[in-house]
């Protein structure tokens, strides 16, 4: 079983960066790929970003390609995301997810966090 916990959520302006992190529990941790989702009021949880066991390989949404950056270190089970460029479209909660098999979808994703607010003024 893994436990996940998201920090570094806040409030920020257009343009701003924030890292997000997600602290893992359990040994198993590097056997996960691992995802970042979001999910803005009144809208369905949706697909940012995914990274492989190792972090050699990255998958993201077309809304944040070129702006945000998933990495993970191993050996502090954590996995980050890099916001950079940040929009007023980009105000959710946001969750860490693992999963054994790579996936965009929410249904394959086994264990989450409990999410991190993110909130862009314009």
């Known amino acids: 079983q893994v436990q996940l916990v998201e920090s570094g959520g806040g409030l920020v302006q257009a343009g701003d960066s924030l890292t997000l992190s997600c602290a893992a529990s359990g040994r198993t941790f590097s056997m996960y790929f691992m995802g970042w989702f979001r999910q803005a009021p009144g809208k369905e949880r949706e697909f940012v970003a995914v990274i492989s066991w190792r972090g050699g390989s990255t998958s993201y949404a077309d809304a944040v390609k070129g702006r945000f950056t998933i990495s993970r270190d191993n050996a502090k089970n954590t996995v980050y995301l890099q916001m950079n460029s940040l929009k007023p479209e980009d105000t959710a909660v946001y969750y860490c997810?693992?999963?054994?098999?790579?996936?965009?979808?929410?249904?394959?994703?086994?264990?989450w966090g409990q999410g991190t607010q993110v909130t862009v003024s314009s």
């Open positions: 997810a693992a999963t054994k098999r790579t996936s965009s979808s929410p249904a394959m994703y086994d264990y």
